[in-house]
């Protein structure tokens, strides 16, 4: 099986974001060329933001979303998001969207959007952290054990996603614990000009690594001997423009855990050093057994 990267994969990232519109405010969502059965749910976020974005005027830009996953969604069906007109105000604009599959809810959202005004400015200061060429790609760090990606070795790769440490992929018992994780994120090739497409593929990139914090505090990882994770929510908050297809850091730290559920939040820097977005998720963990069922 040939999993896409690169240009190649960033244009299958592009497709799937690029909804087909039924009638009114629905729209068709497809899945990648290749993916695992159960949809990720950073996908079916950025849909969403492009189903709300579609019904917004062009002087109007997103700066929140808030976003519940209540049903896994099939990878091998498509998704329909009817999105509704909350308000449209002299400033603000609200959209709630709905994704079904078979007639079933999978995630909702609620997406804000703002005309920008002058006001107060600050923000904070990047973190002191290697420049992301000094920093190894997943793959290089993964090369002794290119097994531990599961289901990600057979999903196309858009992004190119550098952990400064050791990542939630690594051995069991190999990863210390920390306070906090940082990560390099760009998408590996090149996005069109338009705004919304930037913020909806920092939709999609920003549930790549956040539930994983919650491991790092106790240096845990994902898979055999380690745990498996689902997203339970999602909120983004987005504070200046940037793009996506040049190099952003995602700096998160995880403030609790408790019953079987863990609390990410990450603020995202340009790499010029402009705080430009901040995440907040919580998840659902599950320690899973160091031999999955069935294997002798």
């Known amino acids: 099986m040939n999993i896409l990267v690169g240009q190649d994969a960033v244009d299958d990232l592009l497709r799937v974001l690029d909804l087909e519109h039924i009638d009114g405010d629905i729209y068709r969502g497809a899945g990648p060329q290749v993916a695992p059965q159960r949809v990720f749910g950073g996908q079916v976020a950025g849909q969403a933001l492009v189903a709300a974005g579609r019904t917004m005027s062009a002087d109007r830009h997103v700066h929140s979303l808030h976003g519940y996953f209540v049903r896994p969604g099939d990878s091998t069906l498509p998704i329909v998001y009817e999105v509704e007109r909350i308000r449209d105000g002299r400033s603000f604009s609200v959209r709630r969207v709905v994704a079904l599959q078979q007639g079933k809810t999978i995630f909702f959202m609620s997406a804000s959007f703002h005309i920008g005004e002058r006001g107060l400015e600050h923000a904070d200061e990047m973190p002191d952290v290697p420049p992301p060429d000094e920093v190894p790609t997943l793959a290089k760090r993964l090369a002794d054990t290119p097994d531990r990606l599961g289901i990600w070795a057979r999903t196309p790769r858009p992004i190119d996603v550098r952990y400064i440490g050791e990542s939630g992929f690594a051995r069991s018992g190999a990863r210390p614990a920390g306070d906090e994780q940082r990560v390099w994120m760009k998408v590996d090739g090149k996005l069109p000009d338009d705004p919304l497409i930037h913020v909806c593929v920092l939709t999609y990139a920003s549930d790549l690594t956040l539930l994983d914090t919650v491991l790092n505090n106790h240096g845990e990882v994902w898979g055999p001997g380690g ?6 929510d999602h909120a983004l908050w987005f504070h200046r423009p940037f793009r996506a297809d040049e190099w952003f850091l995602y700096d998160s730290v995880s403030p609790s855990a408790s019953a079987g559920r863990g609390l990410a939040t990450g603020r995202f820097f340009a790499a010029d050093g402009r705080h430009i977005a901040d995440a907040v998720q919580e998840g659902l963990l599950r320690q899973m ?8």
């Open 227 to 232: 745990y498996l994770g689902t997203s339970l």
């Open 289 to 296: 057994p160091s031999i999955p069922a069935g294997v002798p």
